[in-house]
């Protein structure tokens, strides 16, 4: 994912302080980690990030008690302005939404987007640590993920589940870099949208501008002989959250 679970900060005095980010997209993911004792990769965007990490950018969390690593990817800062404020923020956040400002496609957005995605692409497929990985892509942020990582991991589970939502084929045939998104999708496992409106969006957009065969009643996407299954999942939140236990002090 873009975003980090747990990032450090440094306060105004000095001292390094964690956050946990406000995102339902942390909330509802983190039990998974909990759970599976996975490795979590993310942009390690925090002013202490660096301090806190291994030798292979990697640190155990959450740190009052250890389940799970964090793997962290550093950017630059042209890196972070095109790639996620100017491709993902600017370009496919606006298109998706349908919201009422131009989408902004810009060359050299692009060329970072695709520069990022294979960077997660390299650290995903090394720190898999086998040839048969179970691998979740979260968000717009890496919709060339898939794609990537089938070529690194070809016997590998990969998931993606597209945090916002799929407009209609008429709608995202405003991307410049419709088929190249779109195909680089294709080469996961299962997508999951939050709706099944948005599944049956997304199955009319690849049949627009993708060559492959398309199973509506089975909800399947056959792409270069691999097939991909489009599904609903509606994300959940973790109920009672942990913060409700929690006395005044």
């Known amino acids: 994912s873009n975003r980090e679970p747990y990032i450090h900060q440094l306060s105004p005095e000095g001292r390094a302080i964690v956050q946990v980010p406000a995102s339902g997209m942390v909330t509802a993911i983190e039990p998974i980690l909990r759970a599976c004792s996975g490795t979590w990769i993310a942009h390690g965007s925090g002013s202490a990030d660096r301090a806190f990490v291994d030798k292979h950018d990697r640190v155990a969390v959450p740190p009052d008690e250890p389940q799970y690593t964090l793997r962290r990817v550093w950017l630059s800062s042209e890196e972070e ?3 996620y404020y100017g491709f993902a923020n600017e370009g496919l956040w606006p298109l998706c939404h349908l919201a ?3 989408p902004a496609f810009r060359e050299s957005d692009w060329r970072e987007y695709l520069k990022v995605n294979e960077r997660f ?11 048969d990985p179970v691998i979740l892509v979260q968000d717009f942020h890496f919709a060339m993920l898939p794609g990537l990582l089938r070529r690194r991991r070809p016997k590998a589970t990969i998931a993606l589940f597209w945090h916002i939502p799929w407009p209609n084929a008429e709608t995202f045939g405003v991307c410049p870099w419709k088929r190249e998104l779109l195909q680089h999708m294709l080469g996961a496992d299962i997508l999951g949208f939050h709706t099944r409106y948005h599944c049956q969006n997304f199955l009319d957009t690849v049949d627009r501008f993708v060559e492959c065969q398309i199973d509506r009643e089975h909800m399947t996407i056959t792409h270069q002989g691999h097939t991909c299954r489009v599904t ?10 942990r913060w409700l236990a929690r006395t005044p002090e």
């Open 81 to 83: 302005e095109g790639y």
């Open 121 to 131: 692409a390299e650290v995903a497929a090394g720190e898999s640590g086998c040839a």
């Open 232 to 241: 609903s999942y509606p994300i959940s939140i973790e109920w009672p959250p």
């Open 100 to 102: 009422y400002v131009r």
